[in-house]
């Protein structure tokens, strides 16, 4: 498995810069995932790798070798499409065939590789089918088959589960990682769907407007977001913010919200810019308690089992989200009060950058 | 019927690959032609005594040249009607036939093109006598005092009469013979006396899809009234009162409901067969077919013929004329192939007698004058022409499309789309037009 | 197949169209059943009146005569294969340049398509006199070729190939990209195959435009040996032969019409398949 | 999915090299254009400039002498009555036959989109006669024109009418051949209707029926938009084919009478094989030329801009 280096690589659309100087590395074996929202790059991105797209600046190192001006055949990485992309006219087997015959490859070695291929992904009884004969999860089987007989330096995953119904995508989210697990093969994976992104990866490229937002491990993703975009992206439900009035608390910055609570944050202050901030919490930082400091009004309840969410109107007419235990007695129009977990709040500033708590 | 396709594809079999034996010995020339398709009935016959129609007889002429000759095989290439404008496009792609039939008023036009081959010393060589040429045929062979091509009959304009219905419209005068206008008057008189009597118009005219009623028929009213149109021949001149006289007489016989209407020609040709009408003014060729139709019980049985175009105007007697001839077309031929051509227009000049049962003229003087051609049914009644045939001048050029404007707004003055003066104008203009641009 | 049969309380509206349609349907045949009535009568019988169509003595003799006369079959032969060319041509090269206009760039590509389809606003009859002047200089007329390369210049079937490419998800030519295919081999193993109901149609189109061509085989193939049946069939229908050989007429229409017919019937479920089912999931 | 022991990727390495294609433009894809660009700049592009240049001669077909004669043809064609004639004859024509093209071949594609056998039967009723070649058609139908003995003028007889003389009258000669026509090649719409028609999903007329449409409604609202694309085929492909409208007219009429249906075809024809004039014969084309470019893409540009609306 090879590693997959991105070098100020730059793309234009006409006069429109859709990426503009952006470096990643992908290292040997990980799986990466590419997250945003549609619109943001990411596919083009994906699309530029495989040799797709032309490269209009930068470099692009696949296992060391620069491969921004070979074709897509030459690079050596493996694609899995949004729409499958199956030749619809071919058998299942001349599907998986099609790529190692275009490379000279011995047909006794082609009938293994398939028939090592099928028996991995239980397609075996489909090989002699043509794609339209098959369910979308079959197709779909068979789509992450034709990449896995080729033995990619790399394998590119574009939207592969937004076809699938809930179920089966759930299901083939979690054979995907197996199969990584067991392959350890070096995998980016362009999803706009942050529970795949979560569920999958071992990093995460959180994209927004043709930028890089953050690069990071689910949990830095998820526990430290390096900006509004991706606190506000990656988490269901989204992220609270409020606006706040900043009060120094021995270095620490508490917050100040439009009703007068504070809620007491392990931000250091010192870090902090001047000018307008925003406190970010999570809706599991927020409890429905008693002894709860913050007064607020319930609008609406979303009960999901585990857990219950309530949408709650505060005194200066923000509104928030906040959770409390999967049997709640929390009904619309009470009147409750919240407990905040200020260490786990993050300030954000004008610009939408975010400032955590020390680690 | 699986035995008769069976025979019927042996025999085909068999015939190509006899005639493709044949073939390769002799000089193959190919002789383009209309007169139309008649192999289904004559594709054997050799024996020309035997054909009928201008379609079998030129068939079994072939035919017979075909098994005559010790040299030459003609390979018959049947063309539409007129046919120029295929021989145009064949000529230019370097492709022409041998030998192509051809209107003698069409001879100039390719002539004075270098298009043609000369032919007087090849008939002087050949044993044709040229000075048995009728006049007519002579005159309409020759262009810049030399001859372009092989006549092969002078056909000219009349009435084919249906002495039954003529009788029962009180027709018929005590010989037995038609009782036929002398004047315009006369003409309108009978014509309204046939209809009352019988019910069914005097005329029968082919007045659909072609012009060459509308021109032949104008051409020759004109004659009659003495008008010479093309004094000089790079312009025609319709705007005399004569003109307007004889397409008026037109007008009123299609507005008056004396003739049928709306006939093509193949419509026209049967329903006087049918007995739809008195008069068919048609050509000469169909003598043949209606005396035969007289011999069968119908509407003609016992009760055909024919007679020349009955002089209503007190000019002259002439009529329009043409003559369908055979030309050699210039392309480089082997001494064998012209020598062939020769031999087969000789045939047919051999033969001219037996192409003038047709109905058609002969164009020999030897043959005119007879027996054997006298002997012709009607060949009396119509022996006139040979002498009143009259062709446009051969200086006009472009007669052919001169005669196809003409017809086309002479026609529609008598069906009455347009007025007549305006027709004649316009024919007038668009001819002259023509041969403005006309090399 | 029908999208709205199915749908309850349209069966009486169903019945009267059914009806109506099958009343224009024979009204549509009428023609062909009155040439095939005359085409059983006798020549001579059909001089004197056509009404005596309606009653015998009927005859084959008209159609034995066909085979007596060679000329059909020879110009059967000749449409066959100009039309076979002319087909297999414009599938040639139609196919070969839709692929080009809808995935492989080049510099200029889509001015050059611009130019060709503006090609589709020129008629055949506006270049035919230069046309022949060219052909007539070359000395190629009365050729195969002449006949048949004119109708390969036509600018529609790469019009109706080129959409067709474009309307082929393109991810399926990248996968082949990246499973190392050649741009021949993506054109011709991969995306050719799917564009065979387009080849059907436009095939069908090419065949019946060839074969029912009239105007360049009049004035190009005038040796009688070299004419279309098109050609063929006008030249016997002259004046004289409506007059004299009617019934013989009427018989070779009904003949010359019967081969391509007969093919078409054995296509007919293929062409309508063809026509329709041209989507590609 | 059971255990993954997929052989390390050295095992097999590819025997041949990479010849995949690669994106962006390349000169080499030139060559797919190629064949046909050949053909069509030989035959197409290169004849028109052609005809353009011996519109603007002097020139008789076997006479190397022609001489340059500037808009002299053109300004001649403006003043030939029978042109000027055969172009209102064509228009016409076109304006006769397109609208029936559409309006009958949608009808029967509406009334045969169906896939019982009576349809199919009746499918190839109506196509089948497009099979035939034009001297056949004109043939059958001089059979039925035939003045007195024709099929139509018997049937009008039998009822007690006097027979319309169709190709012989100047009013209706056009009619007759516009008749011929729509009979001879009405299944090539058709054709295209019903493909068209079965690409709509079945859905939406449920759709409608549930929401109580009519037939005419669903056919209004859904019918209609859905083969637009279609539509504007048939129309491009029937003016582009009417206008050039020849074989029928030179067989059954010979543009007569009264040069009534003349198309302009024939007197490019005639003028270039029966008169010789290449000269005036070209420009005849030019005009014939211009005027379905300017037919053509109008039309062409009127429909796109509505299906993007």
Not at chain 1, 178 to 204: G, K, N, P, W, Y
Not at chain 1, 311 to 332: F, M, N, W
Not at chain 3, 186 to 203: E, H, M, N
Request: glycine fraction near 8%; charged fraction near 20%.
């Amino acid at each position: 498995m090879s590693s997959i280096e991105l070098d100020s690589v730059s793309k234009r659309f006409g006069s429109v810069e859709v990426i503009s100087e952006l470096s990643l590395t992908v290292h040997s074996g990980e799986f990466v995932a590419f997250l945003g929202p549609s619109g943001c790059g990411k596919s083009t991105l994906l699309r530029m790798i495989a040799g797709l797209e032309t490269v209009d600046g930068g470099e692009i190192r696949i296992g060391g070798e620069r491969v921004d001006n070979l074709p897509p055949g030459a690079r050596g990485v493996a694609m899995v499409f949004q729409h499958y992309a199956l030749y619809p006219h071919m058998t299942v087997f001349d599907n998986l065939a099609f790529g190692l015959k275009n490379i000279g490859t011995p047909t006794e070695e082609i009938g293994r590789r398939i028939e090592e291929a099928a028996r991995i992904l239980e397609i075996s009884h489909l090989l002699k089918r043509k794609p339209g004969q098959l369910s979308g999860g079959q197709r779909q089987r068979v789509a992450i088959g034709r990449a896995l007989v080729k033995d990619p330096k790399a394998y590119l995953f574009d939207e592969p589960l937004s076809n699938l119904d809930a179920a089966l995508r759930v299901r083939t989210r979690v054979e995907l990682a197996r199969l990584h697990q067991q392959t350890r093969a070096t995998t980016i994976f362009v999803t706009h769907d942050q529970v795949e992104a979560m569920t999958l990866a071992s990093r995460i490229v959180v994209m927004n407007a043709r930028k890089v937002e953050q690069v990071g491990t689910p949990m830095e993703i998820y526990g430290r977001p390096a900006t509004e975009f991706v606190a506000r992206f990656v988490g269901s439900p989204a992220m609270n913010f409020l606006t706040i009035n900043l009060k120094d608390r021995g270095g620490f910055a508490s917050a100040v919200l439009g009703d007068g609570s504070v809620i007491e944050t392990d931000v250091p202050i010192n870090i902090l810019p001047s000018g307008e901030l925003r406190v970010g919490l999570r809706a599991e930082a927020i409890r429905v308690r008693e002894d709860g400091a913050i007064p607020g009004k319930v609008e609406v309840v979303e009960r999901l089992g585990d857990r219950t969410h309530a949408h709650i109107r505060l005194a200066d007419g923000s509104t928030l989200v906040a959770e409390d235990k999967g049997i709640s007695q929390v009904q619309p129009g009470d009147s409750v009060r919240l407990a905040v977990e200020g260490a786990t709040a993050h300030l954000f500033d004008a610009d939408g950058l975010a400032y955590h708590a020390r680690q | 019927m699986r035995k008769l396709t069976t025979a019927l594809l042996a025999s085909l079999v068999v015939t190509a690959g006899a005639s493709a034996a044949l073939a390769a010995d002799k000089t193959e020339i190919s002789v383009a032609r209309f007169f139309g398709a008649c192999e289904a009935d004559y594709g054997t016959v050799t024996d020309v005594t035997k054909a009928n129609g201008e379609c079998g007889i030129i068939t079994a002429l072939i035919n017979k040249f075909n098994a005559d000759s010790k040299t030459t095989v003609v390979k018959p290439e049947i063309v539409e009607w007129p046919g120029y404008d295929q021989l145009t496009a064949r000529i230019r792609s370097g492709e022409p036939p041998v030998i192509s039939v051809m209107h003698e008023a069409v001879i100039s036009d390719y002539s004075s093109r270098g298009l043609l081959e000369p032919l007087d010393d090849d008939f002087a060589k050949a044993g044709v006598d040229v000075n048995d040429m009728t006049d007519a045929a002579r005159q309409g062979v020759t262009k810049d005092g030399k001859i372009y091509a092989m006549p092969f009959d002078t056909h000219t304009w009349l009435w084919h009469i249906n002495m039954n219905l003529f009788k029962q419209a009180g027709l018929v005068d005590s010989a037995g013979k038609p009782i036929l206008p002398k004047s315009t008057d006369e003409l309108m008189k009978q014509a309204q006396q046939f209809k009352e009597k019988t019910g069914k118009p005097y005329f029968i005219s082919t007045l659909a899809n072609e012009t060459a009623f509308y021109t032949r028929t104008f051409d020759t009213l004109l004659y009659q009234q003495n008008v010479d149109f093309f004094a000089d021949p790079n312009k025609v001149n319709f705007s005399s009162p004569e003109a307007k006289n004889a397409l008026q007489l037109l007008a009123d016989i299609f507005s008056k409901d004396l003739t049928t209407k709306n006939q093509d020609y193949a419509a026209s040709v049967s329903s006087f067969a049918a007995g739809e009408g008195g008069v068919f003014i048609c050509g000469t060729w169909l003598i043949d077919t209606y005396d035969q139709e007289a011999k069968k019980s119908g509407a003609l049985a016992n009760g055909y013929a024919v007679t020349a175009f009955p002089q209503i105007y007190p000019g002259s007697p002439r009529v329009w004329a043409d003559g369908h001839s055979w030309v050699l077309l210039k392309q480089d031929l082997t001494d064998a192939q012209r020598a062939s051509a020769i031999e087969f227009m000789k045939f047919l000049w051999d033969n001219n007698y037996e192409w003038s049962r047709t109905g058609h003229l002969p164009i020999r003087k030897s043959i005119i004058n007879s027996d054997q051609f006298k002997n012709l049914p009607h060949r009396g009644d119509i022996a006139s022409l040979a002498v009143n045939g009259t062709a446009l001048p051969s200086a006009v050029k472009r007669q052919f499309s001169i005669q196809e404007i003409e017809g086309e707004e002479v026609g529609s003055a008598m069906r009455g789309d347009k007025p007549v003066d305006q027709a004649l104008t316009d024919a007038e203009s668009r001819i002259n037009e023509l041969l403005a641009n006309a090399k | 197949m029908a999208a709205s049969e199915h749908i309850v309380g349209r069966g009486i509206g169903n019945k009267l169209i059914l009806f109506t349609v099958v009343l224009v349907a024979v009204i549509w045949m009428l023609p062909i059943a009155w040439t095939l009535l005359l085409s059983f009568k006798p020549n001579s019988e059909l001089m004197i009146s056509t009404a005596s169509a309606f009653h015998p003595p009927y005859t084959l003799k008209n159609y034995a005569d066909i085979f007596q006369t060679s000329g059909v079959f020879r110009w059967l032969w000749n449409s066959a294969v100009v039309s076979v060319g002319v087909t297999v041509g414009i599938l040639v090269l139609s196919s070969l340049a839709g692929y080009g206009f809808a995935r492989a760039e080049f510099k200029g590509r889509d001015i050059i398509f611009v130019l060709v389809l503006l090609g589709l606003a020129v008629p055949e009859q506006a270049v035919i006199i230069a046309r022949h002047q060219m052909f007539s200089d070359l000395k190629m007329h009365n050729t195969y070729p002449a006949i048949i390369l004119p109708g390969l210049s036509s600018a529609f079937g790469v019009f109706l190939m080129t959409q067709y490419f474009k309307a082929i998800p393109k991810d399926i030519d990248e996968a082949a990209m990246l499973d190392n295919a050649s741009r021949f081999k993506i054109f011709w193993k991969v995306l050719l195959p799917l564009t065979i109901p387009a080849q059907a149609t436009l095939g069908i189109f090419s065949f019946l435009g060839a074969w029912n061509d009239y105007l360049w085989p009049l004035i190009s193939a005038t040796k009688p040996e070299m004419f279309t049946i098109t050609v063929g069939m006008a030249s016997t229908q002259t004046n004289f032969a409506q007059s004299e050989g009617l019934g013989f007429l009427m018989a070779q229409a009904i003949f010359a019409g019967l081969p391509v017919f007969v093919v078409y019937l054995f296509f007919q479920k293929y062409i309508v398949r063809a026509v329709a089912g041209a989507a590609i999931s | 999915m059971t255990d993954v022991t997929l052989s390390p990727g050295k095992a097999v390495a590819a025997v041949k090299r990479p010849t995949g294609a690669s994106i962006g433009p390349r000169w080499s894809n030139a060559l797919f254009v190629a064949p046909y660009l050949v053909f069509y700049v030989v035959l197409l592009v290169y004849p028109l400039f052609k005809g353009i240049w011996m519109s603007m001669l002097q020139s008789d077909m076997f006479d190397n002498t022609s001489k340059y004669a500037g808009m002299a043809n053109y300004h001649r064609l403006f003043n030939d009555k029978i042109f000027i004639g055969t172009v209102w004859n064509t228009v016409w024509f076109v304006v006769m036959t397109v609208p029936v093209f559409v309006a009958i071949g949608l009808l029967l594609a509406l009334a045969l989109n169906s896939s019982d056998r009576t349809a199919a039967v009746l499918r190839a009723i109506f196509f089948g006669t497009s099979v035939l070649s034009v001297t056949i058609v004109t043939i059958i139908w001089k059979m039925m024109y035939m003045p007195g003995n024709g099929a139509i003028a018997s049937i009008f007889k039998l009822l007690g009418l006097e027979p319309v003389a169709f190709v012989t009258s100047s009013s209706l000669a056009l009619v007759a051949i516009a008749i011929c026509t729509i009979w001879w090649i009405i299944g090539l719409p058709m054709m295209l209707f019903l493909a068209a028609l079965q690409q709509i999903p079945g859905e939406l007329y449920e759709a409608a029926a549930l929401d109580n449409a009519s037939r005419w409604r669903s056919f209004w609202s859904i019918t209609l938009p859905s083969i637009r694309r279609t539509m504007l085929v048939v129309v491009i492909y029937e003016i582009v084919a009417q206008f050039q409208l020849f074989g029928q007219a030179q067989l059954l009429t010979q543009g007569g009478p009264n040069n009534a249906s003349r198309p302009i075809v024939l007197f490019i024809y005639e003028q270039g094989f029966r008169s010789w004039n290449l000269g005036y014969a070209a420009a005849a084309s030019e005009i014939l030329f211009l005027i379905m470019a300017v037919a053509a893409l109008a039309q062409f540009f009127v429909s796109r801009k509505r299906v993007e609306e």
